[in-house]
């Protein structure tokens, strides 16, 4: 998913155009980015539509500290790997899965 380009930045300057993050499949969907119930994390939420079990990679505008995975009611159910601006998440064959991001530095 390549919504918008992301371009880079130079000084206190932000670009015109940013994304917020991209995906390396096209066949898994971001379905839903909002922020957490209980906290000012990122709730991002994806559906594998193909069937075929996948790593996703993900670029983020802005460094991932931690990454949580959840159910759909964001009840935490364990901690994902990986931080940094690109991160590789695992998606299950026809599989919704939530995962809780924090940026806080």
């Known amino acids: 998913m390549h919504a918008v380009r992301k371009t880079t930045t130079t000084g206190n300057q932000l670009p015109e155009q940013l994304s917020f993050l991209t995906t390396s499949e096209s066949l898994v ?36 500290q931690q990454i949580i995975k959840t159910n759909l009611i964001e009840d935490e159910e364990g901690t994902v790997p990986g931080q940094g601006t690109s991160v590789t998440l695992p998606v299950g064959h026809h599989a919704i899965e939530t995962f809780k991001l924090n940026f806080r530095q």
Do not use: C, H, M
């Open 29 to 64: 969907n971001v379905t839903t980015v909002k922020r957490a119930d209980n906290s000012n994390d990122v709730i991002i939420r994806l559906s594998e539509i193909a069937g075929k079990n996948r790593q996703l990679k993900l670029d983020f505008a802005a460094p991932v």
